[in-house]
C-alpha cells in the first residue's frame, strides 16, 4: 500500500503561519526591550508589517500573545539548559541545575514575571514547552537510581505548579529570594532522593547559560 504524500501547504495557509510567527517575534523583540505591560500591539503589528488589525485575527489579547512568546522563551531555555547540562555526569545534576535555571528566570526576566499572576496558563505552558525534557531527564536519574519517580510526567506536573507559585511569591515579596536554595530543595525532595542528598545537589555551583534572557 502506498503512503499518502503530505498535503502541500496552500498560499493562504502559509501567509497566515508566516504572519503568525512575524508577530510573535516582534512581540519577543518588544516584550524583551520594554516587557509585557508597556508593549502595545499597534507597534507589535507595525513592527511584524501587518495590519493593526489582524493581529487580532491570530491572538485574542496582548497576553495570548505573550503566552506565544513564552513558549519560545521556555523552549529556548530548555535547549540552553540541555546544552550545559550535557556535560554532567550525574543525571540528578542534570534535573536539580533545570529547575533552579528555570526559577531564576522566572524571577529575573520581566517577560516572565508579568506574566505570573496567570500561574494556572504558565504551568500548563510549562509542562508542554519543557517537559518532554524535563521527564526525560527525571526517568534517567531514577534508572540510573538516584531518583526513585515511578511516575515522572506527574512529578513534573506538580513541579511547574511549585515553580511558578514560588516564583510569583518572590516577585511579590513574600518569600525572599535567598530562599532559592531551600525552594530547590524541597522540590527535589518529591523525586525520593532524600533531603540530605537534595541539599547537597541544590547547593552546587551553577555555570551560566549564555543567552538565557534573550
Not at 90 to 109: C, E, K, N, S, W
Not at 165 to 170: M, N, V, Y
Not at 196 to 210: F, M
Request: charged content about 25%; some cysteine; proline content about 2%.
Amino acid at each position: 500500500m502506498s503512503e499518502t504524500a503530505p498535503a502541500k501547504e496552500g498560499r493562504v495557509a502559509k501567509r497566515q503561519r508566516r504572519n503568525r510567527q512575524a508577530l510573535i517575534e516582534a512581540a519577543r523583540d518588544i516584550m524583551s526591550v520594554r516587557g509585557v505591560d508597556a508593549a502595545t500591539m499597534s507597534e507589535i503589528a507595525d513592527k511584524a508589517d501587518v495590519g493593526a488589525g489582524t493581529v487580532y485575527s491570530y491572538f485574542k489579547s496582548k497576553d495570548e500573545l505573550a503566552i506565544a512568546v513564552l513558549e519560545t522563551l521556555m523552549h529556548d531555555l530548555a535547549l540552553q539548559i540541555e546544552q550545559v547540562t550535557d556535560t554532567f555526569e550525574d543525571p540528578a545534576q542534570v534535573y536539580a541545575f533545570g529547575i533552579r535555571t528555570v526559577l531564576d528566570t522566572a524571577t529575573g526576566d520581566n517577560r516572565w514575571k508579568q506574566l505570573l499572576h496567570r500561574s494556572e496558563v504558565i504551568s500548563d505552558t510549562m509542562f508542554r514547552m519543557m517537559g518532554p525534557f524535563a521527564i526525560r531527564d527525571l526517568r534517567r536519574a531514577s534508572q540510573a537510581g538516584r531518583f526513585q519517580v515511578s511516575d515522572a510526567e506527574l512529578v513534573w506536573k506538580l513541579t511547574t505548579h511549585a515553580l511558578i507559585g514560588a516564583a510569583l511569591a518572590i516577585t511579590n515579596g513574600q518569600v525572599l529570594a535567598s530562599s532559592k536554595n531551600q525552594i530547590v530543595t524541597q522540590l527535589l525532595c518529591m523525586t525520593g532522593i532524600g533531603k540530605n542528598a537534595a541539599v547537597e545537589l541544590a547547593s552546587r555551583q551553577r555555570p551560566d547559560i549564555q543567552g538565557q534572557n534573550s
